[in-house]
């Protein structure tokens, strides 16, 4: 059973405009929500990250908003550009150091 | 760029062969973790490790061991590979402390089991 699920599998975005990918979850359980970044043929990239008593992190053009009572994050990338075209994926701590990943996102920022 | 690589990078092997993946850390990192990326599925946890010999198993561990004699160094054997194990497979590692949950994950190895 999918414990964080990314019901988009692919977004396309103007240059310049916002891209919003969208995450949800179903375990109350956890505590610590990341975003990665992936190119093909490459390794996952951490990109950013919340803790679940905050609703809010922002890193540049990244932020993530968290919304606990809908299970639901977000993350915004403001201005895209066409280097932010890859795959995303979302992921969700749970004690013990175990994290579940989402489906992932595929995002192409067109020029 | 966290230190960290995996080898073989590709691999082909036949049904029922048992077939060893590595993962090397340069990091002195405390966790260490094998995924698979499959279509649809994104990444799913194999097996994880929180020290030199603890293991632990995770989603998709039927099929899967994994040993860890060093800090360094975390192998995930497939006992008998089977197609349906045909994947790419990722190790990460992380510190684990404080608020420092950030995975770094390694180049990956593309598995083919015909």
């Known amino acids: 059973d999918q414990q964080v699920k990314q019901n988009s599998p692919s977004l396309s975005v103007q240059e310049g405009r916002i891209s919003i990918l969208n995450c949800d979850y179903t375990?109350?359980?956890?505590?610590?929500f990341l975003w990665y970044k992936k190119y093909p043929a490459e390794g996952p990239t951490f990109l950013i990250s919340?803790?679940?008593?905050?609703d809010k992190n922002e890193d540049g053009r990244f932020t993530v908003f968290l919304n606990k009572s809908a299970k639901h994050l977000s993350l915004h990338i403001v201005p895209s550009q066409p280097g932010d075209s890859a795959v995303y994926f979302c992921?969700?701590?749970?004690?013990?150091?175990?994290?579940?990943f989402g489906t992932g996102t595929s995002l192409t920022v067109i020029p | 760029d966290a230190g960290i690589t995996q080898s073989p990078r590709h691999k082909v092997t036949e049904t029922g062969t048992p077939v060893t993946l590595r993962c090397h850390q340069t990091?002195?990192?405390?966790?260490m973790y094998w995924y698979r990326q499959d279509p649809g599925h994104g990444l799913r946890l194999i097996h994880y490790?929180?020290?030199?010999?603890?293991?632990d198993k995770g989603e998709v561990s039927d099929g899967y061991s994994v040993s860890r004699s060093k800090t360094e160094d975390f192998l995930l054997t497939l006992e008998s590979a089977t197609s349906s194990q045909t994947s790419v497979y990722f190790c990460?590692?992380?510190?684990?402390?404080?608020?420092?949950?950030?995975?770094?994950f390694g180049p990956g190895t593309r598995l083919t089991v015909t």
């Open positions: 919340i803790s679940s008593i905050k």
């Open positions: 490790s929180y020290g030199v010999k603890d293991t």
């Open positions: 990091e002195n990192h405390r966790y």
């Open positions: 990460a590692i992380s510190a684990g402390s404080g608020t420092d949950y950030e995975q770094y």
């Open positions: 375990n109350s359980m956890f505590d610590y």
């Open positions: 992921a969700a701590r749970r004690a013990g150091n175990q994290f579940y």
